[in-house]
Nanobody
Framework: QVQLVESGGGLVQAGGSLRLSCAAS????????MGWFRQAPGKEREFVAAINWSGSIMNYAASMKGRITISRDNAKKTVYLQMNSLKPEDTAVYYC????????????????WGQGTQVTVYS
């Protein structure tokens, strides 16, 4: 069992940056693939970024590639999402998720989810 708690969201002006954190509890965090997803009002949840257990492989959504970086610290049981050059269309609730193996971009691949953190970008 893994519990995930996101933090770091907030209100930011367009062009600004935020770093989201996802703290995990439970055993075997270092063996889990981790992902970030987001859901904007009235839209479906979508993939943002993923990282494998060791942090050696990352995958990014095309819409945000070049503006975001996913990383993890297994000693701290935390995964991060650095977001730069934010746009109003990045406004959404951002969710952290864990999957028991590998790297995934699909919602159904993930076993555990956090409650989300709100990111609001204003122009």
């Amino acid at each position: 069992q893994v519990q995930l708690v996101e933090s770091g969201g907030g209100l930011v002006q367009a062009g600004g940056s935020l770093r989201l954190s996802c703290a995990a509890s439970g055993r075997a965090f270092s063996s889990y693939g981790m992902g970030w997803f987001r859901q904007a009002p009235g839209k479906e949840r979508e993939f943002v970024a993923a990282i494998n257990w060791s942090g050696s492989i990352m995958n990014y959504a095309a819409s945000m590639k070049g503006r975001i970086t996913i990383s993890r610290d297994n000693a701290k049981k935390t995964v991060y999402l650095q977001m730069n050059s934010l746009k109003p269309e990045d406004t959404a609730v951002y969710y952290c998720a864990a999957k028991s193996s590998g790297l995934g971009t699909q919602i159904y691949e993930y076993d555990y989810w956090g409650q989300g953190t709100q990111v609001t970008v204003y122009s």
